[in-house]
């Protein structure tokens, strides 16, 4: 059973500072990886998708997948409040359809002006 | 706009009754879903459909029968309701099954069973 884990749970940087947001995964097998976010009250918006080693960008995100550590972490440049929202990472298992991704607990994060 | 909609966005239920979630995509998708998020739990798949096939459940209950009546419609009909049903469902769709498209989510719709 693939295991998604989020750290830290909350993390609140100043206005234009670097956030850096850690996703680690137990299914060496895993072979898509995406980060979502959740305003609240508000549905899942995909920010940034990566499929092999190396670094993917996406406006001011970047994801950074390591599979043999079994990480996945995505990188904020600059936040402004509005990029306060809860952070989800997504990991497909190897040979398992796109619809079952499985999904960590979030982090919160918490942009101050 | 929202370019998937759920209806209704919050649900309050008694229990042992029976509902249903309505999830309708206009992005031209073949593939919708259905996820739930449970308090202090993550995100967890519970259906997959695609071209109006049921592809992939995980979801070990029958009381939870997904409905698709048309291609962009995927609903979700909710029976016996109990309070550990209590969650927000999530409508999701791709454009396909293959693994390099993107699920795109609705807004989910809270549901509270009393």
């Known amino acids: 059973q693939q295991k998604v884990q989020q750290s830290p749970e909350s993390l609140t940087v100043s206005e234009g500072a670097m956030a850096s947001l850690n996703c680690t995964f137990s299914?060496?097998?895993?072979?898509?990886f995406r980060w979502y976010r959740q305003h609240s009250g508000k549905g899942l918006e995909v920010l940034v998708s990566i499929f092999s080693d190396g670094e993917k960008e996406e406006g001011s995100f970047t994801a950074h997948l390591n599979r043999a550590s079994l990480h996945v972490f995505l990188h904020i440049r600059e936040p402004q409040p509005s990029d306060s929202a809860l952070y989800l990472c997504?990991?497909?298992?190897?040979?398992?359809?796109?619809?079952?991704?499985?999904f960590g607990a979030g982090t919160q994060l918490i942009v101050i002006p | 706009d929202p370019k998937i909609i759920q209806k209704p966005k919050y649900l309050v239920a008694v229990t042992g009754s029976e509902k249903i979630l309505i999830c309708e995509q206009y992005l031209g998708h073949n593939a919708m879903y259905w996820y739930r998020q449970s308090a202090k739990k993550p995100l967890e798949f519970m259906f997959s459909?695609?071209?109006?096939?049921?592809?992939d459940n995980q979801t070990a209950s029958s009381r939870f029968q997904p409905q698709s009546s048309k291609k962009n419609h995927l609903d979700l009909q909710i029976t016996a309701l109990k309070p550990d049903d209590s969650a927000t469902y999530f409508c999701?769709?791709?454009?396909?099954?293959?693994?390099?498209?993107?699920?795109?989510f609705g807004e989910g719709s809270r549901l509270i069973v009393v």
């Open positions: 299914d060496r097998s895993s072979d898509n």
């Open positions: 997504a990991v497909r298992k190897g040979g398992s359809a796109l619809g079952r991704l499985h």
């Open positions: 459909y695609s071209y109006q096939k049921l592809m």
């Open positions: 999701a769709s791709s454009q396909d099954r293959h693994s390099g498209n993107t699920l795109y």
